[in-house]
């Protein structure tokens, strides 16, 4: 059964960073868009950012643009995303997702079960 699993979550001052991995297993997601969103309190869930499957094409949220990194090593079948200069607002439960198609939408076929970011001020 396919899973994907996140891991990286803690609580962080602002301006510090994080480094998010979300490992998968049970198949191979290497011909796979991934991405990452994230779920505050009181808000719905929200794109955070997406990697093409072979990490060529990337797109940011503008919330979390220059600041957020993503990246993927398809033989670890494991995607990243580092997180700089982070900010309280970016406080949040972080979901990593997979899908065939290369979306900034939340229909994902395949979600893990989520890291908590939580920045300080």
């Known amino acids: 059964q396919a899973q994907l699993v996140e891991s990286g979550g803690g609580l962080v001052q602002a301006g510090g960073s994080l480094r998010l991995s979300c490992a998968a297993s049970?198949?191979?997601?290497?011909?796979?868009?991934m991405a990452w969103f994230r779920q505050a309190p009181g808000k719905e869930r929200e794109f955070v950012a997406v990697i093409g499957w072979n990490g060529a094409a990337q797109n940011y949220s503008n919330s979390v643009k220059g600041r957020f990194t993503i990246s993927r090593d398809n033989a670890k079948n494991t995607v990243y995303l580092q997180m700089n200069s982070l900010k309280p607002e970016d406080t949040a439960v972080y979901y990593c997702?997979?899908?065939?198609?290369?979306?900034?939408?939340?229909?994902?076929?395949?979600w893990g079960q989520g890291t908590q970011v939580t920045v300080s001020s």
């Open positions: 997702a997979a899908n065939r198609q290369f979306r900034t939408s939340d229909d994902y076929d395949y």
């Open positions: 049970g198949r191979t997601f290497s011909g796979y868009a």
